[in-house]
């Protein structure tokens, strides 16, 4: 065995066990529920199961979740494993790449089926059954609507492109997911986002403060911001060259793009920060009780 | 038939959306439309699981390299849809006792809402953090102050993510009241609100600008390249 593999081994095995000492004396990564029955008709429970904070949990109706703490622990794997990426490739991060992979398809295609083929396709196609099966809220007398014929025929022809033969048959509904996708995209993105972004844009440049007094800061403000967007715009102006007095807008117009893209960039990587703080907190609080921001565990 | 109907369906279905847009009359035929484009979106789902599944059969079946690790997307991915179809784990609910069946399929508790919780929800957020380092190192190498326009992008950015930390407002108790502004807290909220919304906008105008010519041009049929190249 490589000695730096070696090391890494027994870095593993000691911190497993440690972590198993932990959780054995203190009890971290457990995960406490109460059962509560809501309602009860017709000889039926409904009971929902509520988390509890770990301080509560010698209360009487309070018990361990075992698929919740387990839950807990395999939450912790994961983030681990994808964290271990950061030393480079290695098999746990590849391991938890594929159960991402088919959990993430899986469970699209599962909400697709209930809020869409469900909800919508044999809502409208078979209402009698899905009021007797899944949807027994739907109300009584809704007739079948025949129109939902057409998208029922251009599913089978899209699940058709999955046949040895004949591929260009899921042209036919991929061309009306292609012109619907135009359509609506074409009408929204016109009336929300250039539209309404010149109407925002249209300001005025000499601003008053409520007292009637001349707002030189707000001024300076809508000024900076009119003038902007115009040179943003100069610069995406390709159909004349970027010469002369054009070329000088053009390149404020770059000046401003460069702000706007560190400023997207200092943005997104805090996004991310405040997601790796969020992952970090979970393994620190809910996994490993070293901290309690949230005081779940005070008096315990 | 195998070119000409695609492209009269994909303008037809577009004409049709924009002009619900204008008249009222036509309103329904837009709605119509989109039900049908959303269930359209669900079996291209079905489609996408079948190809990943026909994939990494493939794969297992050929012993590639890494065939191992699409076996365990594979025990995965049905496991979930398993667990998710049948509602593995779903209680009745407080509504509809009696109905077995019309329980929300990611209901607490159940084993979908587990594997949700407990490993798809923990793996995206921890694969969205990772990019925080890998952005920063590619920035780290990409960005160089080589000129003006880009020490601009290099001190928006170090104002930006400075100003959005806790000693950004920190340093706020350290300037004088009329120097307040210098604050990194103080010049994010002003590149954000100033120089930031102006260049979005500029950007979003041209995108919008962009996606309705695109548009167009798919409506009219002279951008087809969503047919393939071949004839079948």
Redesign the interface.
Known sequence: MRRETLIWTTLMVLGGLALLGRAATVGNGRVYIRAVT??E??G?Q????QGVPPSQRSEADVSLSW??TI??W???L??LG??S??LGDNPLY????????????????????????VQ??FRSLIPGLMRD?????LEAGLQTDY??L??LL??GM??W??APK???IA?????????????????S???A??TQ??N??IMPLIVYAADESFDIWGSI?NV??????L???V??FFSVPHRGVVGGLARG??????????????????G??A??A??LQ?LFDDWLWLIDPTMQRIGM | M??T???V??????????VS?FIPLTEEWGS?????????????????????L?MNLQKISDRRL?WG??A??????????FV??FKVGV?????????A??A???Q??SF?W????????????????????F??SA?FRAFRAKNP??I??????????M???YVGGLMREFLPERLEWLSFDAMTNY???????????????????G??S???K??LGVDRS???AG??
């Open positions: 809501v309602a008709v017709e039926v409904v009971v929902q199961y698929p919740r839950g807990i395999i939450s912790a994961c983030t994808i964290m990426f950061v590849k391991l938890m790449e594929s159960i991402f992979v088919g959990v993430s398809a899986a469970y699209l295609m599962v909400a697709a089926f209930w809020d869409e083929i919508n396709l099966s899944f949807l027994p809220g129109s939902y057409a998208p251009m599913s899209m699940l492109r999955l004949g591929a260009w042209r036919w509904p991929l061309a009306f997911f292609i012109g619907a996708t135009a359509g609506f995209r074409l009408v993105y016109l009336e986002d250039f972004q010149i925002n844009t403000r900076l911001i009119v003038s902007g967007v040179l943003g715009l610069y995406f117009g770059v000046w401003l793009l460069m702000i706007t893209f560190g400023a997207s960039f200092g943005y997104t990587v805090m991310r920060i997601l790796l969020d992952r979970f | 195998k070119r109907v695609p492209i369906i994909a303008a037809a279905t577009g004409f049709v959306l924009i847009s119509a439309a989109m039900q049908w484009f959303n269930i359209l979106a669900a079996i291209a789902f079905v489609l996408g699981g079948s190809n990943l026909r890494g690790y699409a365990v997307t594979l025990v995965a991915f049905l496991v979930t849809l998710g179809l209680q009745p609910t407080e509504s509809f006792p009696t109905y069946w019309a929300p399929y990611n607490e508790g979908l587990w594997l949700f919780e407990y490993m798809y929800k923990p793996l995206q957020a921890t694969m969205f953090s990772l990019l925080a380092f952005i920063a920035a326009e880009a601009a992008l290099l001190a928006t950015a170090f104002i930006v993510l100003g959005r930390t590149i954000m609100s100033v120089f930031n919304l102006a260049g979005m906008r500029a950007i979003t105008i041209g995108i919008a600008l996606v309705a695109t548009s167009l798919v409506l969503y047919l393939g004839d079948d």
